[in-house]
Every structure is written in structure tokens, then in C-alpha cells.
């Protein structure tokens, strides 16, 4: 899942400094004949410098969520309101959808104030909307880098005291928490941080507490629908948390957040789950109804997506990419990947079955995706134009680390693996602020291992050459044999379906014209099979008022993979995985 370029600077506990940014994020009044709020409005109060007018802005976008596009009613003026109205010379200027301009004397003290109305993003079938603010009657779920405006000309690292302040919650029987604590906070970040912090607030919104080796961890947790308890999901956050932070030896947060929201709607029959790493926290968004661990597509489990998560504290936030930070996605995101299902199963919590499963899946996916052999300045361009794309850099990073992780400990006798190069890295990031690309990458894993090999990633990573994966890459823990996946050929237009709920497209040639469907039938759902076995999709058809389904084969072309199972009484045996 997306990540925020960000690593955190900030002091718990209040300041005497001015803040440089305030911000007041309060409840607006109901509607006439509604006794529910309307949504939010934010108020920062700021003193420009010597400058005569300040721009004003929220990121351009993020996941793939254009900035600026629910942000309404923007005003700004002198503050406090009482003093000369020459400070300010004219009305905010929208110069982007995501950018304001102010003309000001010099020093100017200005209050920027917005709003955020109800809204559906919650519910939305496209994830990207769940970076958008979700405002809705009884809850609140802000990013910092959509939600809070900021003045545009601040360095993006520069170190600034910040306060945030909740009007009209605790009145309303609100609980709120953020990135910074419980409540009104005040600390000190710099506006990358910034960007990459959560503000949560709701009516029902629970916060567990626990400490890990006396750091504190927050959960928050909407939602009355999930089938497990409260406990169930704060225990498996706390001990995953925990197990990272083993990994890297890593206890330098004395706060950290994990916040749940459920997302889309009960009656969705696919597993909508999302996330975002951020500032000393991660959220997660979950559709109601979805279990802890593995169900439906392997790898695509809760517990999966907060290993993910919080992995990216490290990779992603301490060790940054350097820009454009989308032609290095296949290390923040794939390999981010490999190790949820590493740090899981050595954790206990998917056995070799399961661990195998979720590598089986990965190697299908990447076999049959449409984007596996664009190039890597390719995916970069258009990491987040189509799902294809986006899932590309996960897949390939993902067995790409595999490869290394294998030569690594081969080159080596033993004696190293991917796990002391993550380490190092993450080490040089905090002393040096060091940051990575993918020819520094390369090179870096040339040294520790051969020109071949390194020429061989080159050709994978850089120009989408074939991604071969040797029987024994996973030796002695699982045993590979050849294999096949097959392409899916729907045999009728599938957009077109999704658009209109129209049948059309279908080829009399094809399984679906063989199953009786027809042009112009009225579609009420359909759904194709998951899992490495023959591939077919069910379509319900509207007849008569009464629906009819057909199921079909969707089997198209063969695919050469390997498939790996796992060995007998292999499992005691495996600490390399």
C-alpha cells in the first residue's frame, strides 16, 4: 500500500513556542431539520514572512486521490479579525485544484478556513477515495496531506512547530486521536511529516491501549460489523508491531498509532482493503465483514496488510527513495511484500502451507498480468493509471527479493541474506539520511554478490525481461515443480458489463456464447473464480424478473510457472523463509 516519504521529528507534550501552524478542526452545525452535523471546518492561523503574498496548498495527489477535490468555501483574512483590513488585499486566488494564492503586507498574521461536507468516499468501489477525507454523520478520518492546508513555500524538511486543536467533539461525545496523540496536540514536524500524519475522530471510535518494551501503542477502532473481537485485532496489531520492531531493533517511538476503518458496503462480495504507512502510525481500511487472516485470494488477509504496513516504517519512511520515488516502487512496495509473508510465517502465523499458497498466488498474478514486461520507467510514469501497472511494482519487487534474498545466502555460504542488507540500510538512513535509487540498489547488490547476477536483476527490474525462478530457490523448505496458470478469456466485453449492467461484446466462438449468454441481457452480477485452478466466472442474467446463472469456463492461454509446495517435515527446518 502507498507510503509517505517521511520519517517523524516531534515532541510529545505541550510547547511554549508559537506554533508556525495551528490548526482548528471542528464539527459544523446541523442543517436545518437534520440533528446531525454537516461535516467539518478547518481553520489555520499562520504569520507570513516577508513575503507579499503566500500560496497555499494541499498535495497535487496521493494514491492516486487528486488534491483539493473536497476541499469547499475557502476564505481567507487579517487575523484577528478586529485589526486593519489593508494586511489582506484581496480573496484567495484558486491557481490549481489543489492551490490558493493570497496577496498580504508583509508579516501578515492570515487565518486560511475550509470545509470538508459529508461525503460517500467511504463506500466508494475505487480505494484511492479512502485517502480522500471521509466526513460522514458519526465519523471523521482526515490525511494530513489532502486535509491540511499549508503554506507551499516551506521546505519540505524544515522542522516547525505545529498545534492541532478538536472544537466541538468532545461536546458532540466524539472520540479523536491522531498521528500525535489523543485529543488537542501540539509538536514539532516538518511539512512532509505533516502530510503523512491521520486525524481519526468518531462517535463510536475505540482506542486500545498497550506498551511495547515501554513505547506506547494506540489502536482505533470504527465499526460494529467485523467477525472477530476488538482484542482479537489490538493483539494481532501489537504483536506484529512488535515482531518489526525485533527485526530491525528498532524502539525509538515512544507513540504509534494504528487506526481501522471499515470501508465499502456489507454487501460487496470482494475483499476491499487498502492502506496507507504514515508518520509514526499506519491505517488501514477494511471491508465490514472481512476475517484476521487469510480468506479468498492468499496474501489478501488483514493480517498481511498490517505486517505490510508497518514494515513500511522502515522501508519507505526511514529509508527514502530518492525522486521521481515511483521508479524505486519495486523496492518500497515488493519488497515490502516479501517481508509480510516472511516476518508472518516466521512469527507463526501462516504455516509452510499458507506461506506457500501466498507465494503461488504472487507468481500467477505476476505470470498473467498484462504489465510484466513494461519497463521500469514505464511503471514509474504510470505507476497509479491502471491496476495492472500498480500491481506490478508489488509482484516484481516482491520476486525480485526472492531472487536476492537466494544469491545472497548462496555468494555467501550462509552467512548473509536480504535481512542484513534491509538492516543496513536502515541503519545508514538514520545516521547519514541516506536515500535510495535503483542503480544505487543495483550496484550495492553487486557487490555483495556477482556482475552476472547484478546483469541479470538489471534486465528484470529495468527493461521487464523474463522472471525466471529457479525449482530450488526455496530449498530446503519448499520444493518447486513446472506448472501452469492460464490467461483469462471472458469471451464478452467486461467494461462494458461493469458500465451499463448490459451483456455485449460476446463471441460466438467462446465458452460464455456456448453458456447461453447473449448481447443485450441484463447483467445483475458477476464474479471470477480466484485461486491457481481451472478459471471460470458466474454471471447472474435478468429474465422475466426472475435471474438465471451461468457459469462458464474463462480458460485461455497457457502459462509456464513454477509451483512450489512444501516439503515433508520440512517445516521445523526453515528458518531461512
Known sequence: MWIWAAFFLWSLGPSIEEPVLHYRIALLPATPGSDEHSGIRIRLRYRANDSTHTTFMVAESVAGAAGGADLVDVAMRWWPPNASSAHVTGKPVREAPNRWTLEHAPRARIECSYSFLLNSNRVSADPSDFVRPLIESHRVHLSGSL?????????????????????GFEAAGWTTVSSFGIGDVQFTASPAELGGTVWVAGEKLRLHHREIREQRLVVAIEGDRWPFEDEEFVELARAIVDEQRAFFADDSLPWFLVSLTPVGLPAWNRSTRSGMGLTQSFAVFVKDGMSLGEEGRPGRGIDHLLAHEMFHHWNGLLILREEPVEYAAWFSEGFTDFYARRLLWRAGRVDLETYAK?????IREHALSPAKTRSNQFLGEHLWEDESTHRMAYLRGDLVASLIDHELRQSSSGERSLDDLMRALATEARSEGSRVSTPGLLARIES????????????ILLDGA???LPLDLFEPCLSGERGAVFTVDPGFDTHAIRDTGLVSGVRPDSHAFEAGLRDGQRCTSFQFS???GEPFVTVRILEDDAERELRFSVRGEEVPVPIYRPKPGAAGSCEGL
Not at 516551506?154 to 478538536?166: E, F, K, N, Q, R
Open 358 to 362: 501466498i507465494l503461488n498466488a504472487t
Open 448 to 459: 555483495l554478490t556477482s556482475p552476472a547476477i547484478c546483469e541479470r536483476l538489471r534486465a
Open 147 to 167: 486535509a491540511l492546508l499549508r503554506p507551499g513555500h516551506l521546505g519540505d524538511w524544515d522542522p516547525l512547530t505545529v498545534a492541532v486543536d478538536w472544537k
Open 530 to 532: 480466484e485461486g491457481t
Open 466 to 468: 523474463p522472471l525466471e
